[in-house]
């Protein structure tokens, strides 16, 4: 991918990765095709401060990262006596750079 749109992309969602990672996702777009750049920018990231007012608000963050299965469960169970509700209060932000990381790696195989 050409110097700009690489720029572009970091300004766009650089808030929703790890600062460890942000490395080796610029340097995973400097190595993929400018065709497929249109596929890499059209990918929705969840924003983790987003997603830690949800898990603080409704506990709700499970259903945003996918974890529909646990979701149910952790409502079923009145947020596991509100012990899985303060654990996920704060682990709310690193699993959401996880899942944005795990969906821009999966795109960025598609796209090789």
């Known amino acids: 991918m050409n110097a700009d749109l690489v720029q572009n992309f970091m300004l766009k969602n650089a808030e929703c990765f790890d600062p460890t990672r942000i490395s080796i996702v610029q340097k995973t777009l400097e190595e993929l095709d400018d065709s497929k750049a249109f596929m890499m920018m059209s990918i929705d990231f969840q924003k983790p401060t987003l997603i830690l007012v949800i898990a603080i608000l409704l506990g709700w963050d ?7 299965g646990l979701g149910i469960l952790k409502v079923i169970t009145c947020y596991g006596c509100w012990v899985w509700w303060l654990i996920d209060i704060f682990t709310a932000q690193s699993r959401t750079y996880d899942y944005n990381f795990k969906k821009f790696t999966q795109t960025a195989t598609l796209c090789k």
Not at 62 to 68: A, K, T
């Open 62 to 68: 499970r259903f945003f990262l996918g974890d529909i």
